[in-house]
């Protein structure tokens, strides 16, 4: 009869018990962390050989193990533009031989930093993010320092150490602006976006630079408000009282300008004849409403396909480039012509 036990898988707890470090310091060794000091890896490493530490393969191989998912934590997958933007980050993931975790954030930082403590247990490649409002610089720093590759995409978190890539935002909102400013308008009005985010600080600021260098002497009003419909109806209300001969709006997004139009309607005004709208994103029911909406538009599979360039060369031990800005361009329509 033979009694001989199987033996007990060795775990990560063995492994820090025999090395004397915490779990935490296995953890970052196994993650590739620059946090851990030469001594403490050295320790790590000798426990998980002499252990034989997750199917007795070679420690050096155990250590560059990752899985093949790729963690796309989206902001607010209630936004139709999200929504595309998804599909394009999947078809180019797919494309690498890898395989997309998507998640969704609802513009909560609190819900990013749960989902993203989550993904990190299955040993994620990467992330690929829409960071929420008051996500921080050292709060992305601390992800890629514990050795998960982080690319910020459609916002850019500031001085992170993480690269990002980003549509011309200014460049979209300048050109929508100059459009508006050339037909003779000057009684403009730029709608939507918070200041926690940092698109609406690209896009105003080129609703901005468009009437300087224009040097008229243009009235406008800014009006922040919620990234949904109910934030373009809100902020077209809050504009019509305080400026309600305005000619014309640049609105942060397509959803944005879909709200103040509906508003528009409730105080008796014509779409495109009394005031003049222009959108950003380009949704696809922008050109199939009356009057269809002119927009900046965004090639979410091009974001999707330079994410996926920089996500390569990460994996591949290179240094993509810091910020990639994707071209727009400007769609006219009746809403604006």
Not at 211 to 238: K, L, M, V, Y
Request: net charge neutral.
């Amino acid at each position: 009869m033979n009694n001989d036990k199987k033996p007990e898988k060795i775990t990560i707890f063995d492994v820090a018990k025999e090395a004397q470090v915490s779990k935490s310091t296995v953890s970052l060794v196994l993650t590739h962390s620059d946090k851990v000091s030469d001594k403490s890896k050295e320790k790590v490493l000798k426990a998980i050989e002499k252990l034989g530490y997750v199917y007795n393969r070679d420690a050096a191989a155990l250590r560059s193990k990752k899985s093949n998912l790729v963690a796309v934590v989206i902001n607010d997958l209630t936004n139709p533009y999200s929504a595309q933007l998804a599909v394009g980050l999947e078809k180019h993931i797919y494309a690498l031989g890898m395989v997309p975790m998507l998640v969704n954030t609802g513009e909560d930082f609190q819900r990013q930093q749960q989902v993203v403590n989550t993904l990190k247990e299955y040993n994620v490649s990467a992330f690929v993010m829409v960071p929420a409002p008051g996500t921080s610089k050292e709060w992305v720093n601390q992800l890629v320092h514990s050795g998960f590759p982080v690319i910020n995409i459609m916002r850019e978190i500031q001085f992170a150490d993480a690269p990002c890539i980003l549509p011309d935002n200014q460049k979209g909102t300048h050109l929508a602006t100059e459009h508006l400013l050339e037909k003779g308008l000057d009684k403009l009005a730029f709608l939507g976006g918070t200041t926690e985010i940092s698109d609406y600080h690209e896009r105003v600021a080129g609703f901005r630079s468009a009437i300087a260098a224009r040097n008229s002497a243009s009235q406008t009003h800014e009006i922040t408000a919620p990234t949904n419909r109910q934030g373009g109806r809100d902020a077209f209300h809050q504009l019509y009282k305080v400026a309600p001969d305005t000619q014309a709006i640049v609105c942060f997004s397509d959803v944005i300008a879909y709200g103040a139009i509906e508003a528009m309607r409730e105080h008796n005004l014509v779409p495109g004849k009394d005031i003049k709208v222009i959108g950003f994103d380009d949704l696809a029911d922008s050109r199939l409403m009356r009057p269809a909406l002119s927009s900046v538009r965004i090639d979410a599979d091009d974001i999707g396909k330079r994410t996926c360039q920089a996500l390569s060369e990460i994996l591949n031990k290179s240094q993509p480039p810091v910020r990639t800005l994707v071209d727009i361009t400007l769609q006219i329509r009746e809403s604006s012509s």
